[in-house]
């Protein structure tokens, strides 16, 4: 089936009056995960030299922005989120002179650029941890960490009960100069990063510096890594609770460690430098809060975005869906903010593996040869209906690298391989991200499927790779590629990222249904067909009538999705909200 082309007369001028001065209300930005986007200089390592070559990719995907993860010096004790020094480029991606040709390149191409900002933690060889190292207990270079004495007769425990998102003490304690067993100092995360003192003015000058290096050079924003952590509760309290996941309170109380109310301050500050600079650079906030507590970063005077982690976790399940839309929805309109939508990262089990399972999924928890494993199948075709999803919807979208040819998570990696941090540090229990940072196919032969003219990559490539390449779906209409390119071409000439959504009420409990300006978007997650009700006009306050079938066809997730009125199940389908056209 020939799907209508859709014209410039579909786009509302107010859409395309939003989208020019506010470009990030309705972005679709798509993250590379340098290590493993492409390999220009043969090492087997991603490089910016090597995703400079290939952003025609994300121009030609129909993206609007790139969002770098780090690229910064780093012993990669967690994937560069371990950061050394934060204004230079770390030499296994190149140099300061690639970051400039990668912004250059990318600004031809029409592309923005989102820098990764981490200010909750640097890494152990950072020249002022170093310095605090070096330096006496309650001097001025400790004080820009989180110092402090151990607990018990000798100090031999650690200050308080925090445990980090990597498993085990978020303390580890320090050899003082003289050899002795001294203070211990924070680390939310590995041992390898220690935690910036916020509530130490010499932090915020630090990260001002580092904010305007950046945006001097041209990056267009950051997104900001655990945000919602950098301002601990006073006196560093016991939390006797987990805190892994999207964080809620408990008993009416936030952990301490998380979404303090100290962070706001910081963000309005970041809000003001990034305003003086033009073309609108923006703030996004990595923060696993429910949409109520997210919005709140993303009030008028702080961040423009906040990842939708909610959304991210949910199950396969249409209730469930329609819930966090409209409770996602009605948080960011109370303080003005666009929602944002994304269903992976490079922290994640990549969707169309994660929807290959029908029971609950541990997101970051990998998963290994000897584990249970998703139906491939199912995994892919729900990942397609997902993403039209979640492309329908009014705001903005991030995209993961190697979504859009429907990569699998990496399920067979050899567990001698593993860098994952949380991998030894779990005593080898969680085998952590791996799995979504491999790298990806570009050819369908060739050393390392196009990756790098090296045949061995930092992680190995599964033999089957090759399958899914840009190469191999390039021409195929029926593929992932072409499905993704499709809906997002529809997507800005109809400008469903500034639009408004109106439910459609199915009679279907397996059945989402809504319009969203002059597209209805519907979605099957049944196991099997439904019959979708004919239109018959619209009624109700923000609820259209029951009819959602006859005009036509725009997208499908899967060609033949919808036939005769009837939609196949785990499919989605945009429709055009006019009747079909008669020849």
Known sequence: ??????????????????????????????????????????????????????????????????????????????????????????????????????????????????????????????????????????????????????????????????????????WTRVTEADGTLGQWYLHLFAPEQPDWNWDDPRVHREFETTLRFWLDRGVDGFRVDVC???????????????????????????????????????????????????????????????????????????????FNFAYLSLPWDAAAIRANVDTSIAANDAVGAPTTWVLSNHDVMRHASRFGYDGPVELEAGVGVDDPQPDRATGLRRARAATLLMLGLPGSAYLYQGEELGLPEVTTLPDAVRQDPVWERSGHRIRGRDGCRVPIPWTSGGPSFGFSSAADTWLPQPADFGAYAVAAQEDDEASTLAMYRRALDVRRRTALGAGTLR??????????????????????????????????????????????????????????????GVLAADAAVWLTTEPARTN
């Open 503 to 564: 439910w459609h009420e199915t009679g279907t409990g397996s059945v989402l249904a809504w319009s969203n300006g002059r597209v209805t978007v519907v979605g099957n997650l049944g196991s099997e067909p439904v019959r979708l009700p004919a239109r018959e006009g619209v009624s109700g306050e923000g609820v259209s009538g029951e009819g959602v079938s006859g005009g036509e066809v725009l997208v499908e997730s899967v060609p033949g999705a919808f036939v005769d």
């Open 1 to 170: 089936m020939t799907t209508p082309d859709v014209t410039d007369a579909d786009v509302t001028d107010a859409a395309v009056t939003d989208a020019a001065t506010d470009w990030w209300r309705t972005a679709v930005i798509y993250q590379v995960y340098p290590r493993s986007f492409a390999d220009l200089d043969g090492d087997g390592t991603g490089d910016l030299a090597g995703i400079t070559a290939r952003l025609d990719h994300v121009a030609a995907l129909g993206a609007d922005a790139v969002w770098l993860s780090p690229f910064y010096p780093s012993p990669q004790a967690d994937g560069g989120y371990d950061v050394a020094d934060y204004r230079d480029v770390d030499p296994l991606y190149g140099t300061l002179t690639d970051a400039d040709a990668l912004l250059a390149r990318a600004h031809d191409l029409g592309l923005r650029v989102i820098a990764d900002l981490v200010p909750n933690h640097c890494s152990d060889q950072h020249v002022l941890f170093r310095a605090a190292l070096a330096a006496a207990p309650g001097s001025p270079e400790r004080g820009m960490f989180h110092f402090r004495d151990g607990r018990g007769e000798h100090g031999d425990l650690p200050p308080n009960d925090w445990q980090s998102m990597f498993e085990g003490p978020a």
């Open 228 to 306: 919602d952590a950098i301002v601990k509760a006073p006196g560093l309290p016991d939390w006797p609770h987990a805190t892994h996941g999207v964080v809620e309170p408990v008993d009416g109380v936030m952990p301490p460690m998380w979404d303090q109310e100290g962070i706001h301050a910081v963000f309005r500050e970041w809000r003001r430098i990034l305003d003086e600079y033009e073309g609108q650079r923006i703030l996004c906030a990595e923060a696993w809060l429910p949409p109520e507590r997210a919005a709140r970063i993303v009030r008028s005077d702080e961040m423009h975005q906040a």
